[in-house]
């Protein structure tokens, strides 16, 4: 039982984050739009510079932010089918203390390390994304109850 509290609080602790991340994206979204409506922006070759390499940033960082976003989804979608916290190299339960540390990960620690030594990164377990309006309409927003989680030991 302390196990499915754990996942419940874990699944809590991802839609949370899932929904900041959303609105942040759209935000960021939103204002590169805004900044792009085809206004010139003023000033010398400097502040051009200066705000092509703000633009880079900021795209970076809304990259990473989308992939966090995609492996956050991923593992709400897991939690949905029953598969959370399996390792998906050996099929074991991935500890608590793991998945509090990370809550998306799809590795146990051993898996991950050996992974990494054979030069893998985390993207290879990724999933096939279709479009996000497909996405969309598998993820509904039912809340969730612990009898709803399926844990497998």
Same mark, same amino acid.
């Given at each position: ?10 699944? &809590? ?29 003023? +000033? ?5 510079? #200066? ?10 960082? @809304?990259? #990473?932010?989308?992939?966090? #976003?995609?492996?956050? &989804? ?24 793991? #998945? ?18 054979? +030069? +893998? ?5 990724? @999933?096939?994304?279709?479009? @996000? ?7 509904? &927003?039912?809340?969730?109850?612990? +009898? ?6």
């Amino acid at each position: 039982m302390a196990r499915k509290d754990a996942l419940l609080r874990l699944h &809590e602790r991802l839609i949370s984050k899932r929904d900041a991340l959303r609105k942040k994206l759209l935000r960021e979204f939103e204002r590169s739009q805004d900044s792009d409506v085809g206004l010139e922006r003023g +000033g010398d070759v400097c502040d051009a510079a #200066l705000d092509g390499e703000s633009d880079e940033l900021n795209t970076h960082i @809304a990259e #990473l932010e989308s992939r966090e #976003l995609k492996q956050i &989804e991923r593992a709400i979608q897991q939690i949905r089918t029953g598969r959370y916290g399996q390792c998906e190299m050996c099929d074991k339960s991935i500890p608590i203390e793991r #998945l509090k540390a990370l809550p998306f990960t799809p590795l146990c620690i051993n898996c991950q390390r050996l992974h990494e030594q054979e +030069g +893998g990164s985390s993207h290879d377990f990724e @999933a096939n994304w279709e479009s @996000a309006y497909e996405m969309e309409g598998r993820m509904s &927003e039912k809340e969730f109850t612990i +009898g709803d989680i399926d844990v497998r030991d």
